[in-house]
């Protein structure tokens, strides 16, 4: 059993930036693929970036060159760094965790609100 935890969003202006965190309750270093979704309201959830156990990481299209996956092994953290956000990014953003079963592992998602 995984457990992850989201914590970070909030609400911001259109330009600014907010830093999403990810605890997971194991070391993840056993988690082969962590990664963030989000879902807005009335569309599907969709990929955002995710992260290897080797560090390799995927964007949407949308993000790229804005937002940035990171992580703390020591903490057993994953982040997601939002620059440069648009009011299109507005969603509640979940962390995904996929251990070398394939089971995956979802936080209950935390709300981010880019609007003047």
């Known amino acids: 059993q995984v457990q992850v935890v989201e914590s970070g969003g909030g609400l911001v202006q259109p330009g600014g930036s907010l830093r999403l965190s990810c605890a997971a309750s194991?070391?993840?270093?056993?988690?082969?693929?962590m990664g963030w979704y989000r879902q807005a309201a009335g569309k599907q959830r969709e990929m955002v970036a995710s992260?290897?156990?080797?560090?390799?990481?995927v964007y949407v299209d949308s993000v790229k060159g804005r937002f940035t996956i990171s992580r703390d092994l020591a903490k057993n953290t994953v982040y997601l760094q939002m620059n440069s956000l648009k009011p299109e990014d507005t969603a509640v953003y979940y962390c995904?965790?996929?251990?070398?079963?394939?089971?995956?592992?979802w936080g209950q998602g935390t709300q981010v609100t880019v609007s003047s």
């Open positions: 194991v070391s993840i270093f056993s988690i082969p693929l």
């Open positions: 995904n965790a996929v251990k070398l079963s394939g089971t995956p592992y």
């Open positions: 992260i290897t156990t080797g560090g390799d990481t």
